[in-house]
Nanobody, 124 residues
């Protein structure tokens, strides 16, 4: 079992930056693919970034070039650096993990570990 706890959310003006963190505990050695999802009310949870074995990364088109996913294995922490934030980046951000070495193409159902979420609000 793996426990995930996000932090770092908040309110920021458009053009600003935030850095989200996700602290993992438990059987973290079994978790290779980690990802950040975001969700707004009435919409499905969407993946914005993922990091797989060998630290291969992938991004949604809407955040590519602005967001950077990374992890510190020594401290079992996942990060999401968000720059040039836009109002459409507003949402609840969730950290997620799976035991797959490569990040699955599927949506949220492909991930088995979830944090409680941290809110990001970007004002224009």
């Amino acid at each position: 079992q793996v426990q995930l706890v996000e932090s770092g959310g908040g309110s920021v003006q458009a053009g600003g930056s935030l850095r989200l963190s996700c602290a993992a505990s438990g059987n973290t050695g079994s978790t290779y693919c980690m990802a950040w999802f975001r969700q707004v009310p009435g919409k499905e949870r969407e993946k914005v970034a993922g990091i797989a074995g060998f630290d291969n990364t992938g991004y949604a088109a809407s955040v590519k070039g602005r967001f950077t996913i990374s992890r510190d294995n020594a401290n079992n922490t996942l990060y999401l650096q968000m720059n040039s934030l836009k109002p459409e980046d507003t949402g609840m951000y969730y950290c997620a993990g799976t035991q797959s070495f490569w990040c699955p193409d599927g949506g949220p159902a492909a991930y088995i570990y979830w944090g409680q979420g941290t809110q990001v609000t970007v004002s224009s």
